[in-house]
Structure formats: structure tokens, C-alpha cells
């Protein structure tokens, strides 16, 4: 089993940047982060991907980011961040992380991110 947790979510001015981060473990077992993907759903709105990236592959973002927000894996942290630049106020949603390793895969439980204007 895997358990996933984010952080890094916040009130933000637009214009503003935030950093999010998903940390993996494992009941301490050493593991490796093959696939991660950030999703977001704001309120009434179905959960729409932000961004994802794998192992060998070039990372993947949806048009509303493109060039604002980047995602990265650190294995040696367990980690996966999301670097998000120029935040708007339609950026505003509660931010899943998704993470696929050799022991399973998980949801973390969300961190919200709003925007002001």
C-alpha cells in the first residue's frame, strides 16, 4: 500500500505562485515514484487533470496551465511537486496528487488552493 499526502496549498494573490508538494511513503519501505499526475476540482466542477509525468516520458499539462505550472519528481525526497506561476483566480480548486509506484498507487486527500483577485 502507498499513502500519499499533499501540502503546500494557500490563499494566494493573482499573479502569485505557489508550490505544491506530494510526499509517498510506504510503511517505511523504500519505494520509487514511476507515475504522478495533479489534478484539481473546483466547486460544481467535475476533477480535471493539471498536469502528469512518468518515468521516461516528457511531462503532460492541460491547455489552461500550459507554461504556468510545472511538475517534477524528486525520488530521492518521494516527493512530486507542482510549481504553479502567474496564478489566476480560475486556478482556484482543491489540488489532488496521484501516484503510481512498484507497491500500488493512491490518492492524497487534496489541499486547496485560492486565488484572489
Known amino acids: 500500500q502507498v499513502q500519499v499526502v499533499e501540502s503546500g496549498g494557500g490563499l494566494v494573490q493573482a499573479g502569485g505562485s505557489l508550490r505544491l508538494s506530494c510526499l509517498a511513503s510506504?510503511?517505511?519501505?523504500?519505494?520509487?515514484?514511476?507515475?504522478a499526475g495533479w489534478f484539481r476540482q473546483a466547486p460544481g466542477k467535475k476533477r480535471d487533470l493539471v498536469a502528469a509525468?512518468?518515468?521516461?516520458?516528457?511531462?503532460k499539462y492541460g491547455d489552461s496551465v500550459k507554461g504556468r505550472f510545472t511538475v517534477s519528481i524528486d525520488n530521492s525526497k518521494n516527493t512530486v511537486y507542482l510549481q504553479m506561476n502567474s496564478l489566476t483566480p480560475g486556478d482556484t480548486a482543491v489540488y489532488y496528487c496521484?501516484?503510481?509506484?512498484?507497491?500500488?498507487?493512491?490518492w492524497g486527500q487534496g489541499t486547496q488552493v485560492t486565488v484572489s483577485s
Open positions: 496521484h501516484v503510481e509506484t512498484h507497491w500500488g498507487d493512491d
Open positions: 510506504s510503511s517505511g519501505r523504500t519505494l520509487s515514484i514511476n507515475a
Open positions: 509525468i512518468s518515468k521516461g516520458d516528457s511531462a
